[in-house]
T-cell receptor
């Protein structure tokens, strides 16, 4: 079946350092790929999505490239801020309107 | 004006009791979803709906029922609540446009004693 694996958290970084959260999906199809972010006390919200292979998505300084060959969609940011502390979810959409959420990566940024 | 709202936001129930969680969306989306969120499991899909009158089983439907009486409303029903159903529940709406992007509500924290 289709599944997704992402960096196991929690991840703690210092402000100003770089971030990579790995995401790998297993599938024979080519899904649309999403990154969602969830701040404390809120529901998840879309960070960005990439519907096509080999294209890049970005928002708020975060970016990820849809790597069809490697079946990966790693989230990166060059310089994190304390306000980036949140849980990040990778989620492919294959069909039927259902997103397959990874287990989430909790990120904490120290000032 | 939040597009997806949930009620109640917090609920304490007793084992064996009936619990109904409600969700309303003003996005005019066809699809609606119920998830639960637990540490170490991320978001897991319980039930979903493609429109008024339709409900579909998600990945973990056991112990839950769903009802979609209208385009705007989607309820999750726990007929006989158990402590294992203590969790945070999220409702979401979405449509086939925008590649099935989903919009989430603020969540309901349910504690079953």
């Amino acid at each position: 079946g289709d599944s997704v694996t992402q960096t196991e958290g929690p991840v703690t970084l210092s402000e100003g350092t770089s971030l990579t959260v790995n995401c790998s999906y297993e599938t024979k199809q080519y899904p649309t790929l999403f990154w969602y972010v969830q701040y404390p006390g809120e529901g998840p919200q879309l960070l960005f999505k990439v519907p096509k292979a080999n294209e890049k998505g970005s928002n708020r300084g975060f970016e990820a490239t849809y790597n069809k060959e490697a079946t990966s969609f790693h989230l990166q940011k060059a310089s994190v801020q304390e306000s980036d502390s949140a849980v990040y979810y990778c989620a492919p959409h294959y069909n039927q309107g259902k997103l397959i959420f990874g287990q989430g990566t909790k990120l904490s940024i120290k000032p | 004006e939040a597009a997806v709202t949930q009620s109640p936001r917090n609920k304490v129930a007793v084992t064996g009791g009936k619990v109904t969680l409600s969700c309303n969306q003003t996005n005019n989306h066809n699809n609606m979803y119920w998830y639960r969120q637990d540490t170490g499991h991320g978001l897991r899909l319980i039930h979903y709906s493609y429109g008024a009158g339709s409900t579909e089983k998600g990945d973990i439907p056991d112990g839950y029922k769903a009802s979609r009486p209208s385009q705007e409303n989607f309820s999750l029903i726990l007929e006989l609540a158990t402590p294992s159903q203590t969790s945070v529940y999220f409702c979401a709406s979405g449509d086939w446009d925008n590649y099935a992007e989903q919009f989430f509500g603020p969540g309901t924290r349910l504690t079953v004693l």
